[in-house]
């Protein structure tokens, strides 16, 4: 007895703690306050002219640069240009508490495209103004993703203070995010309001006072989002509403009333979407009903109900789903539906046993995808459908036996996919093979040996990517092979040798690609080079460590007045 009453109280002290932690534990993952800076109290270094401009090109393209910037040279006037420029608020947690001023906070909210709670969370109490409130509600979107935290997926209207919520705050707000109306005091929720408030998001009819459900809010809210139709009174539905709604999205056959569900509206709806068909009462679903779904849309073999699969239903499904043929009951499996299923998906010819196959399947699943040859039965490989299937991707080529493979298969293969060098036998590798494959795809120079390389292949395969400088030997790199490179992929200037980088090959190589900047050499990362960089890619920055020889090698003249 002692022991059950122990066991009953450990099980309540655990219940006790673990809703406490449900309850308090969020309490402590809002984010700190920062405390109120004001203007006057901030130092805002000077920096060179150069380097202000270099970092105020830099912020304008991508705010979030900042990040990248030395500390030593953040400034406030920096700092206000990076909210100025960000669309999103989430750029505050890369700024700097000492510069978080009032007007900077104002500045964000005026120009962001996106406020959440998480920013008001930090706010200092005397930033939420009703200034401040208008502006987060005017650019506020809530994140409607179940993956996304609570707090982020509702109106940002709940979390301010209940004194600014007035007829216009509500107004903007609602008219920003129609669900926001949840939050709109009740005596302020009036019919225009609402009527905002639908034709942003038809879901917040939820929300909108019985009332004032007419007629015409209702179709309004129905035709922006037909979920909504969740929210209408029974009695108010009507069937041109109904149809509307299932037309618009097939889930809404859900929230139908009894007396609207029809053969049609079920059948608008199926049409529709999965969902629709999901919803669908099944005494509704025939052949003939899911014949006329197949009509305008495509359903798998798990959608059809049980008892209701025919020979007809089987051949249309069999056009859309993938593997069908190793889930259809074997009654189904007809040559005709064979032929069908294989047509469409060229690899469910490994579900037909061998003795099954037939040249005409086996034509039929290689047109389709050349891959399939893995799964034709060898009697079947004749040269039709080898050529038919590295004509249609190349790679077939690693399926075909080594005795079985010709100049031609090879060939036909690389011009394909010149990736399929890689499967030609070493006796098919002629000068005019290896050309096709590296104007297809040059890097596939590296399924040469070494000895095989020569540079009129290299300069083939640079010209037609860059970054199979690679796989070219050093020492056969040229200046005007690398250039060739640079100027198709400009990171391949990672695979150049060092005595063969110049000012005007790393130019070549950022004008391509500013991410090249990270494989320049240090002695060549020139003002002008990474102002040219940081203007094509602002992300480029970071590539950036000596910003002391970068001045020295400014000049006056490069910044536009």
């Not at 909108?208 to 129905?222: D, F, G, M, S």
């Not at 991410?515 to 203007?535: F, G, I, M, N, R």
Request: glycine share 2%.
């Amino acid at each position: 007895m002692k022991l059950r009453v122990k066991l009953l109280l450990f099980i309540i002290l655990l219940l006790i703690l673990s809703m406490t932690i449900f309850f308090i534990a969020p309490l402590f993952n809002k984010p700190e306050r920062f405390p109120a800076i004001y203007t006057k109290d901030v130092h805002n270094p000077s920096i060179d002219p150069q380097l202000h401009h270099l970092f105020q090109t830099a912020l304008q393209g991508d705010p979030h640069v900042w990040q990248y910037i030395p500390r030593k040279y953040e400034t406030y006037d920096l700092a206000m240009i990076a909210v100025a420029h960000s669309p999103s608020s989430h750029i505050l947690r890369d700024i700097p508490l000492r510069f978080r001023t009032y007007e900077l906070v104002k500045s964000l909210f005026e120009h962001s495209e996106s406020i959440r709670v998480a920013q008001l969370d930090t706010l200092p109490l005397s930033y939420l103004t009703y200034e401040i409130a208008l502006l987060a509600v005017e650019s506020n979107t809530p994140v409607e993703n179940f993956k996304a935290p609570p707090r982020e997926q509702i109106s940002i209207l709940k979390y301010i203070p209940k004194q600014y919520r007035d007829a216009d705050l509500s107004m903007k707000a609602v008219s920003q995010f129609g669900k926001a109306l949840e939050f709109v005091p009740k005596h302020l929720r009036t019919y225009e309001l609402s009527l905002t408030a639908v034709t942003q998001d038809g879901r917040a009819l939820q929300f909108v006072p019985n009332q004032l459900k007419t007629p015409e809010l209702i179709w309004i809210a129905v035709g922006q989002n037909s979920k909504a139709l969740k929210f209408v009174p029974k009695s108010s539905q009507t069937t041109d509403l109904v149809r509307m709604a299932v037309t618009k999205s097939g889930s809404a056959l859900a929230y139908v009333a009894k007396q609207y569900l029809t053969d049609e509206i079920a059948l608008l709806a199926a049409k529709e979407s999965y969902a629709g068909l999901n919803h669908t009462p099944v005494e509704f679903i025939t052949e003939e009903f899911l014949l006329q779904v197949l009509q305008t849309r495509r359903l798998s073999l798990s959608s059809i109900p049980d008892g209701v699969l025919t020979h007809a239903l089987a051949e249309e499904i069999a056009k859309h789903d993938r593997n069908l043929l190793s889930r259809l009951p074997k009654e189904f499996k007809t040559p005709e539906l064979q032929m069908i299923a294989v047509s469409a998906y060229g690899k469910d010819i490994q579900f037909i046993p061998s003795p099954d196959q037939s040249e005409a399947l086996a034509l039929a699943a290689v047109q389709n995808n050349g891959y399939a040859l893995r799964y034709v039965a060898e009697h079947l490989q004749t040269d039709e459908v080898i050529l038919s299937a590295v004509q249609n991707n190349g790679y077939a080529l690693q399926y075909i036996a080594p005795e079985q493979q010709t100049y031609a298969f090879a060939l036909t293969a690389v011009k394909t996919t010149g990736d399929a060098l890689k499967y030609v036998q070493p006796i098919h590798k002629t000068t005019e093979l290896i050309i096709h494959a590296l104007q297809k795809d040059g890097r596939a120079i590296q399924y040469l040996k070494i000895e095989e390389i020569t540079p009129e292949f290299a300069t083939i395969a640079v010209s037609q990517n860059g970054r199979a400088l690679e796989f070219t030997p050093p020492e056969m790199i040229t200046a005007e092979m690398a250039l060739i490179a640079v100027k198709n992929q400009g990171i391949a200037l990672q695979y150049v040798p060092v005595a063969l980088i110049t000012s005007s090959l790393a130019y070549a190589a950022i004008e391509q690609n500013a991410s090249a900047l990270q494989y320049v050499p240090e002695h060549l990362k020139t003002y002008d080079l990474v102002l040219t960089a940081v203007k094509k890619s602002p992300t480029a920055l970071k590539y950036v460590t000596n910003y002391d020889y970068l001045l020295s090698t400014a000049k006056i003249d490069q910044i536009e007045q």
